[in-house]
Nanobody, 122 residues
Framework: QVQVVESGGGLVQAGGSLRLSCAASGTIFRINAMAWHRQAPGKQREVIASITIDDNTSYGDPVKGRFTISRDSSKNTVYLQMNSLKPEDTAVYYC????????????????WGQGTQVTVSS
């Protein structure tokens, strides 16, 4: 069993910053990658940032240059530093972890957190 828990959401004014955290726990052999997604009201969920076990990162176009993803492998935790926030960044932010549970089984599964609300006021 793997649990994924996000934290750090809240209300911030446009131009401000927030830092989200996501911790994975439970039966984990290896985390291959972690990613942040978001879903705004009436819109589809979109991936905005991801980081691999090799620390390769990628970003969605709407957040490039403003958001930074990083990880602490010793804590199975990933962070999302969000700067220069805009009202259109308002959404529920979800964390996803691509986890190999046991060493003997080279199969990974995707686990999701419950989400954390980020609201940016104009």
């Amino acid at each position: 069993q793997v649990q994924v828990v996000e934290s750090g959401g809240g209300l911030v004014q446009a131009g401000g910053s927030l830092r989200l955290s996501c911790a994975a726990s439970g039966t984990i052999f290896r985390i291959n990658a972690m990613a942040w997604h978001r879903q705004a009201p009436g819109k589809q969920r979109e991936v905005i940032a991801s980081i691999t076990i090799d620390d390769n990162t990628s970003y969605g176009d709407p957040v490039k240059g403003r958001f930074t993803i990083s990880r602490d492998s010793s804590k199975n935790t990933v962070y999302l530093q969000m700067n220069s926030l805009k009202p259109e960044d308002t959404a529920v932010y979800y964390c996803e972890a691509d986890v190999q549970v046991v060493r003997a089984v080279a199969i990974s599964s995707h686990y999701w957190g419950q989400g954390t609300q980020v609201t940016v006021s104009s």
